[in-house]
């Protein structure tokens, strides 16, 4: 499946066509573009949700944080970004819930043993640069690369996506979706290959050496990076919720479309389109209606992992 490419880095190249897929949560995007494909680009504004059925409640739907810790670092020494991860894990949810009354529940993080080194998952995150912009990325080491030509955009997300899978086969649970981020040491800078695919929500290694701060205590991400950290996963979940890119897209009115989550604006100032928040609403995976409701336990099966409270 091809993965959705985070905006940053499709601003570089072509994106994505929306994957057809069979996820339920999805059936209300995939039949209006099915239907655009099929009437041209004259799909009716502001109705998406016209004659379809609302979703049937899934208090058991919840988003799973998962980290997978480079093979030449040890899990203790992941706790740390485990825990930044979650800041801004955290700090998206409350943004959903202040956007649309409604956001997602998330349970307890759990970490599993990657196969690859850090300096291998920084490479495959500076895979998705553009050989200029690797120039000005210092982690990003150029004999990775095959003359400056990237050997696959995807790298990054695949290695994730592949990895996670062989973890824990049979994960296809679609009560479930996954944010999965690589820790690869303390990486703030190494911010690239961010993508989804479905139940897969991949977030880049800056999202796991990064801090913070409460949303209610601070709305607008404060730090840069945690602004950046914020974006990515808000937007990648977005798209593992059904939502596409809001500039590019016929399926509701695109005014303002540069200031959505779901295009390029990070917060401060990173808003949610009425048609994004109305297809959110539609789908089982927004549900809890306050950030104290306390989300059930995961039904994976332990398998080298470690979990750690939110
Ligand atoms: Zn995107």
Not at 237 to 254: A, D, M, R, T, V
Request: net charge negative; proline share 8%.
């Amino acid at each position: 499946m091809q993965p959705w490419l985070l905006v940053l880095v499709a601003a570089f190249g072509s994106i994505p066509a929306c994957a057809a897929d069979s996820d339920p949560s999805r059936a209300d995007v995939k039949a209006l573009i099915d239907r655009m494909k099929t009437d041209g680009a004259s799909i009716p504004a502001a109705s998406p949700s016209a004659g379809t059925p609302a979703p049937l409640a899934c208090p058991d739907c919840s988003v799973l944080p998962v980290v997978l810790v480079a093979s030449d670092l040890s899990e203790a020494a992941a706790s740390d970004g485990v825990a930044k991860f979650v800041t801004a894990l955290k700090f998206v949810q409350a943004w959903y819930l202040s956007q649309t009354g409604k956001t997602f529940a998330i349970l307890p993080a759990e970490t599993a043993a990657s196969n690859l080194t850090a300096g291998r998952w920084i490479a495959l995150s500076c895979l998705t640069a553009t050989p200029d912009e690797r120039t000005h990325n210092p982690p990003c080491d150029q004999r990775h690369f095959n003359n400056g030509r990237p050997q696959s955009r995807y790298g990054y997300y695949q290695e994730v996506e592949q990895e996670f899978k062989a973890k824990h086969p049979g994960n296809d649970d679609q009560k479930r979706r996954f944010i999965i981020a690589v820790f690869a040491g303390d990486q703030p800078n190494v911010w690239l290959g961010a993508a989804d695919g479905q139940a897969y929500a991949v977030a880049a290694p800056r999202s796991t050496s990064v801090s913070c701060p409460a949303f209610k205590d601070d709305p607008s991400g404060a730090d840069p990076l945690c602004r950046d950290s914020v974006y990515g996963i808000a937007h990648e979940l977005g798209h593992s919720f059904g939502l596409i890119h809001s500039c590019e897209q016929n399926l509701y009115p695109k005014v303002g479309c540069e200031n959505s989550f779901m295009q390029a604006k990070h917060p401060p100032g990173m808003v949610m389109l009425d048609g994004e928040r109305e297809l959110l609403l539609k789908n089982e995976f927004i549900h809890l209606t306050t950030l104290d409701e306390n989300p059930r336990r995961t039904t994976i099966p332990a398998s080298s992992r470690t979990e750690f409270g939110l």
